[in-house]
């Protein structure tokens, strides 16, 4: 996407180029009919006040076009040029005869590490920091366009802290943008400083224990999302961005799939499907199968299966909420402790207390194994919210299928379906492209298809502009 081309290089046309970027200064010298056009957070700032501020506090007027021939100053008369060059962190100097263009931009004022929550083995690893600044340098740097738009808002009656929206004004649906903008305006708290808070005050069913908006730490994810027609909104002081509206099916979707093979890619996202229903249905299927369908356990592993339980005083379901009671206390226990005492921990609790649960009765070597496979099959969902989300459901559905078996997984099963329908993320649906039914977008939901295939926006932003990619000749 090209920017629009003003007719003349002047500070009115570059002004309306770079329109409703809140982010972009504009300082005027009337004293010596100068006027600078930067975005601080991309220029250092003590190059900036000794090229500049300093030499334009002691010369006159009559010798500022004298300061502007040296090599430093670059003369620009594209508007094109010069709008790229201020996106790149340079600062626009315009003066009566002439604009100039001075490279003073900064390097990363803090090192940008890779997330730690949202690893991948290809593709870029630099992840958001605590700065919005840096943030919003990271989102530029890979969007150097004129038409990513940053409205910005102070949130918290003593934090005061910036919220910044971006998006792209050719693509997005303003009206998510406005709905976004208003939710925004209605937070009434002392502070905010993360962004998975400032979901909980702006999602549509905040009771809800799915999360309605999708939040990550990796630029390469917001920039996509961007493209793709949604908003993104920056909390200053928080390395999480929330990215909306959200699918349900977003979050089972990793960077990994668009750096690899496509065929690689879809089978990765196959199996976090499957790993969900493993996750879901495993120890509740154990219950309900050794509470009430013995007929359904094969004849083999039946004995098995008698032999391993006749020790364990307690029925199913109580042995099953013990166990997986034990497994969120060690996954908790280990995520608070430092890396090497984690690991130890981990140890200590799968092998040492699991193997002394069995030989002391309290458990089952069956169950050991299903609730096992459902904690594994828990961690490949790539969203750590979606993914505790789901292991909390799965309590509810293991007391259902102890109560009344089969019927009572199905029962499960089916009202978590028909909650995911009535959930909506900024007034969209939650599980689209299922409901409404957009086939459409099927072939980048539940597979990940070929580029050449993925030409389209998703229906779910109501973009106006839904090619994203025009068709090879």
Same mark, same amino acid.
């Given at each position: ?44 700032? =003590? #190059? ?36 790229? &060059? ?32 949202? =690893? ?40 005061? =802290? ?32 993360? &962004? ?82 493993? =996750? ?20 083999? #592993? ?39 005492? &984690? ?23 069956? #169950? ?106």
């Amino acid at each position: 996407m090209e920017p629009n081309q003003p007719k003349e290089l002047s500070l009115e046309h570059i002004l309306k180029e770079l329109d409703q970027c809140a982010d972009l200064h504009h300082r005027s010298f009337p004293e010596l009919a100068t006027d600078l056009v930067y975005f601080p957070h991309s220029v250092d700032n =003590t #190059l900036f006040i000794q090229e500049l501020l300093e030499p334009f506090s002691r010369i006159q007027r009559s010798e500022v076009d004298g300061m502007l021939q040296q090599s430093q100053f670059v003369k620009m008369s594209e508007p094109k040029t010069a709008v790229v &060059g201020i996106l790149d962190g340079k600062v626009a100097i315009f003066h009566q005869k002439g604009v100039y263009l001075l490279d003073v931009s900064s390097p990363e004022a803090r090192s940008v590490q890779p997330s730690e929550t949202e =690893t991948v083995i290809a593709g870029p690893h630099d992840a958001f920091v605590e700065s919005a600044s840096t943030n919003l340098s990271l989102i530029r740097r890979r969007l150097r366009s004129p038409h990513l738009k940053i409205r910005k808002y102070a949130v918290g009656e003593i934090s005061k =802290t910036a919220v910044y929206v971006l998006y792209i004004e050719e693509i997005v649906n303003l009206q998510l943008v406005e709905a976004l903008e208003q939710r925004i305006l209605k937070i009434e708290t002392d502070e905010l400083n993360d &962004g998975g808070k400032l979901t909980q005050f702006i999602e549509d069913k905040p009771n809800s224990v799915f999360p309605q908006f999708l939040t990550t730490e990796r630029p390469d994810v917001a920039v996509s999302k961007l493209a793709g027609g949604r908003v993104v909104a920056i909390v200053d002081n928080s390395p999480t961005v929330v990215c909306a509206p959200a699918s349900f099916f977003d979050f089972f979707s990793s960077p990994d799939d668009y750096y690899q093979r496509w065929a690689l890619g879809t089978a990765l996202r196959l199996m976090r499907f499957m790993a969900l229903l493993i =996750t879901v249905t495993f120890t509740a299927m154990y219950v309900s199968v050794t509470t009430f369908h013995y007929e359904m356990i094969p004849e083999a #592993l039946l004995r098995t299966l008698a032999e391993s339980r006749n020790r364990v005083p307690f029925p199913p379901v109580y042995e099953a909420l013990l166990m997986e009671i034990m497994i969120e206390l060690l996954r908790e226990a280990g995520a608070r402790l430092p890396t090497k005492i &984690g690991q130890t921990i981990g140890i200590v609790g799968g092998i040492v207390i699991g193997q002394a649960a069995v030989q002391a009765g309290l458990t089952s070597n069956v #169950l050991i194994i299903a609730v096992a496979s459902s904690a594994i099959a828990s961690f490949v969902i790539p969203s750590y919210m979606m993914s505790a989300s789901i292991r909390l459901i799965r309590f509810g559905v293991i007391i259902l299928a102890g109560f009344w078996g089969n019927m009572g997984l199905v029962m499960g099963l089916a009202l978590i379906i028909i909650h995911l329908s009535g959930l909506t993320s900024l007034g969209t649906s939650y599980i689209t492209p299922v409901a409404p039914m957009k086939p459409r977008d099927w072939k980048d939901v539940f597979i990940r298809a070929p580029f050449s295939m993925l030409r389209t926006r998703p229906s779910q932003t109501k973009s106006s502009n839904l090619v994203r990619q025009k068709n090879r000749k």
